[in-house]
DNA sequence: GTCTATATCACGATAGAC
DNA sequence: GTCTATCGTGATATAGAC
């Protein structure tokens, strides 16, 4: 049995279905037990081969994390690209699907995306640092989005842009710590209630100058 | 020179300087590397000894671990316990200063609190396990906060407490991604735009019901 | 493409001198 | 309380048979 001409190396090279597999296995793995925390003997026992076999698919175990991260990132970039809903739609509707997007490709395209979130902090330097340019092109997404909504005049004048970016990232990609694809919430009411809370907040008036203001709290309620 | 009694063991014990030193040490290479990607070695490098003398304060790696994040648990309950405002105060200022608090068991008391944050869900299980009680301890203290203001009427009608709460761990958690707190950015003004933002939203107009319902999107707006 | 076997090395942990 | 020395293990990675 000879093997034909699989190998049409484009840049990004194609997955073999082989390599896929394994970064299945993989990237299940390093969400339970981090990066450092799982070996290539566990990963290889997963997929159902040796160790040494895997070398014929990954030149090491950094490649692998490598190629999980960047898959991470893909993942999120397809899917916000994908957002079925045009940009002519009302801003919250417009955010709402896009943070139904990301949510999405953090729990229904595998666990790529939810690695990457959970595990960048502490990859090897020499990982992270060649993610970081593909991790700004998304983040750059979202900031064009929000920029466009902020130009429509829907966003409150004293709202800081990147502040507010940062926080809806970290508000979605908690996620991940507690909410269950197969709990009793559904994510498109996930997508609802954490896109609410981001354009509304959660108190019943509407937005007041003053309301949260530092100064407003008089001194002499503090106690202690 | 004879070692008098500093063994007032009670429970939990108090850590000897040494011992602090040595989690302080700890606690800063794996918030960087990990649990598993840092080694014993590297521990006691840091700290100015060799890694067999570490036994003689721990009796292993996952003790060191243990005790890491129930400090930063510890930070964290005594922060919010600390808050200097009295419940009687308007429900958004409460709120803000809890948040000033969490912050700064984020920020201000060490990397303990961090590196439970972002390591906890890759822990071993043993070590995990042990911790969940005194997690969800704290988190029952937020849960009751959000229900004393949320009994005051201060809270749109449909908002589910668990999920702002869960959401709001998230925003405030997730900033230990980005903030540098020697940056232009104060803590005190992180601590106004995430309360700000959990509280009103980032949206000029007020809370609406059908403002952000997925009802609200015509099907026609779709594209593709 | 997977196997076995192994080289090389770093890891956590222990023992005993000082 | 820290040291040196070392044990036993499991890690990544390689080589070559099939």
């Known amino acids: 049995m000879t093997t034909h001409v699989e190998a049409r190396q484009s840049v990004p090279a194609l997955e ?72 002519t739609e009302p801003p919250e509707a417009l955010l709402r699907a896009h943070v139904r997007a990301h949510l999405g490709s953090l729990f229904e395209f595998g666990p790529y995306t939810a690695v990457h979130v959970t595990t960048f902090r502490s990859a090897p330097s020499s990982v992270r640092e060649a993610i970081v340019p ?61 896109a609410t809370q981001f354009w509304q907040g959660v108190s019943r008036e509407g937005p007041s100058k003053e309301g949260l203001s530092r100064e407003g709290l008089s001194r002499e309620a503090a106690i202690q």
């Open 16 to 87: 073999s279905v082989a390599r896929s597999r394994i970064l299945d296995s993989a990237a299940e793995l390093i969400l339970d037990q981090g990066f450092a925390g799982t070996s290539m003997r566990e990963v290889a026992a997963s997929v159902g081969i040796k160790a040494g076999s895997l070398y014929h698919h990954f030149a090491s175990k950094e490649e692998i994390f490598s190629a999980i991260l960047e898959r991470g990132i893909e993942v999120m970039v397809d899917s916000f690209a994908a957002v079925p809903v045009a940009v």
């Open 134 to 194: 593909r991790r700004d092109a998304y983040e750059a997404m979202w900031s064009t989005l929000l920029h466009r909504i902020a130009s429509g005049g829907a966003f409150r004048d004293d709202q800081d842009l990147g502040i507010a970016r940062l926080v809806l990232f970290g508000a979605m990609n908690s996620t991940i710590e507690w909410f269950d694809l197969d709990g009793s919430l559904a994510i498109d009411d996930l997508a609802d209630a954490v």
